[in-house]
């Protein structure tokens, strides 16, 4: 294991720095330094699925949690694969119900040295931001929950019931999703009333003012469907107008020009009408009128323009992948596009594959799901749950709303929902939404950012823990 440099020369500018923002917020600065100090060793660790090591994250994770006094019964690392392992820790509690999850992965995505401006494996700390892969998708939430299970044991918190961390793998890709083995296999492990998940909801800021901060409660299933169009071939000095290139191109027009019908539930309902208490002019009626009026046609034609409203509205469906033809002169023999949609809780896979069939229209054109998935719920907030994180952020953000939101695109959410323990996307990070850099080049968080999202998840763990 790489150890964390919390000594010498490198460490005593960003301490001295720590030590006055401390004082301004009123944190103490040995709490800083720790949180600093996990977030290093955790961006340190390569978790690609490429050639990283999730399990030596794990492990690095574990080695705290026992140090600290978790007996070591309560803290697991395990997992189907040498590099693929999952740590789960519990916090015991005085058994007065079912245990609450909280959730963040160890992965990331796959980042190369030639495509960033800096080593991506190394915390850098420059104008204000921390600088490294998993800044911002989700190794600040696994620090955010290890910081604080850490310091609650320190202060003798006993919570009325058991509390339940599990940092997993391959949320971002590869073979083997921790949140899914860790439910077939070892379900009594993370069972749980329900789930909070760090890789999902947050702060949004622009031009430097906090907007909202959103609860992610549901999500779009990922779903991908393949096209292919063939044909005999050809030369291409004898064009025939039976050409596989033209049947595909034809058959994405329809889709392309296909918008599926609205479909709200409850959590996206819930979204339009804090968002139109936000807004103003008329961007504020149209989202109000999706939800008393959601027939009225101006609303939501005007609301669809804007791509994270329509998503919002309905299932999607866009070409992603195009292939075809063999030579230049040679007329094609096969024509192949990939389709992904992102369906909202409630349509199935089967219903929008018969949609994208009706539209295409076309013997010619084969349509068939990449592979097979399975929807996910919408997980309603509880109003106790809901309240308690609106206190939360109340009291580090006077004024900011909290806002209800249907994940566009997919977290391990998925998987707890289908289980059938809610899950509620919850993040105490603000980002700017005009510079998202998750999975990007130079992917950062604010340091002052960071340290008020480690604040919020303290006061939220334990407000539910109570």
């Keep these: 294991m790489r150890r964390a440099r919390v000594s010498g020369a490198w460490w005593a500018g960003p301490a001295a720095l720590l030590l006055a923002a401390a004082c301004a917020m009123g944190q103490a600065p040995e709490r800083r330094l720790k949180a600093r100090e996990i977030l290093v060793e955790l961006i340190e660790i390569n978790t690609t699925d490429s050639a990283g090591d999730n399990t030596r994250a794990a492990e690095a994770m574990a080695r705290?949690?026992?140090?600290?006094?978790?007996?070591?019964?309560?803290?697991?690392?395990?997992?189907?694969?040498?590099?693929?392992?999952n740590l789960v820790v519990r916090y015991r509690g005085a058994g007065s119900g079912?245990?609450?999850?909280?959730?963040?992965?160890?992965?990331?995505?796959e980042a190369r040295r030639e495509d960033w401006s800096f080593d991506p494996f190394q915390l850098l700390e420059k104008d204000g931001?921390?600088?490294?892969?998993?800044?911002?998708?989700?190794?600040?939430?696994?620090?955010?929950?290890?910081?604080?299970?850490?310091?609650?044991?320190?202060?003798?918190?006993?919570?009325?019931?058991?509390?339940?961390l599990a940092l997993t793998s391959d949320e971002e890709g590869g073979n083997y999703n921790g949140a899914d083995w860790l439910l077939k296999n070892h379900r009594d492990l993370v069972d749980a009333e329900y789930c909070i998940n760090t890789d999902a909801g947050g702060g949004e800021m622009k031009d430097g003012r906090r907007i909202a901060l959103s609860v992610q409660a549901a999500e779009k299933t990922f779903q991908s469907f393949r096209l292919e169009a063939k044909n005999r071939g050809g030369h291409s000095s004898l064009p025939v107008p039976d050409n596989a290139i033209y049947h595909l191109a034809h058959a994405l027009g329809r889709i392309q020009g296909y918008a599926f019908p609205v479909h709200l539930n409850p959590v996206s309902t819930m979204f339009f009408e804090r968002m139109s208490a936000i807004e103003q002019g008329q961007e504020a009626r149209d989202l109000k009128a999706v939800v008393t009026t959601p027939d009225l046609p101006g609303p939501v034609s005007r609301l669809s323009k804007v791509a994270y409203y329509n998503a919002m509205l309905r299932t999607t469906c866009v070409a992603t992948e195009l292939q075809a033809g063999h030579a230049e002169n040679a007329l094609p023999q096969d024509a192949v596009a990939i389709v992904n949609c992102r369906l909202v809780p409630g349509d199935r896979p089967s219903d929008i594959q018969r949609t994208l069939t009706r539209l295409v229209a076309d013997p010619k054109v084969e349509l068939a799901p990449t592979r097979p998935e399975v929807s996910g719920p919408a997980s309603p907030i509880p109003d106790n749950i809901l309240k308690t994180i609106e206190n939360t952020t109340s009291a580090l953000w006077p004024g900011v709303p909290v806002v209800p939101v249907m994940e566009t695109g997919a977290t391990d959410g998925k998987y707890f929902r289908i289980a059938?323990?809610?899950?509620?996307?919850?993040?105490g990070y603000f980002y700017d939404v005009d510079d998202v850099?998750?999975?990007?080049?130079?992917?950062?968080?604010?340091?002052?950012?960071?340290?008020?999202?480690?604040?919020?998840?303290?006061?939220?763990?334990r407000a539910l823990g109570r």
Excluded: C, M, W
């Design 64 to 85: 705290r949690f026992l140090a600290a006094g978790f007996p070591a019964a309560d803290v697991q690392v395990l997992g189907p694969a040498p590099r693929k392992g």
């Design 98 to 109: 079912k245990p609450i999850l909280f959730l963040a992965h160890l992965d990331v995505v």
């Design 129 to 164: 931001y921390f600088y490294g892969r998993g800044t911002e998708d989700d190794k600040a939430g696994d620090a955010a929950l290890v910081t604080n299970f850490l310091r609650l044991k320190e202060e003798g918190f006993r919570p009325s019931r058991d509390l339940i």
């Design 420 to 427: 059938g323990i809610p899950t509620y996307g919850v993040s």
């Design 437 to 461: 850099r998750a999975h990007g080049k130079d992917e950062r968080i604010g340091v002052e950012s960071y340290f008020e999202g480690i604040e919020f998840y303290y006061g939220l763990i």
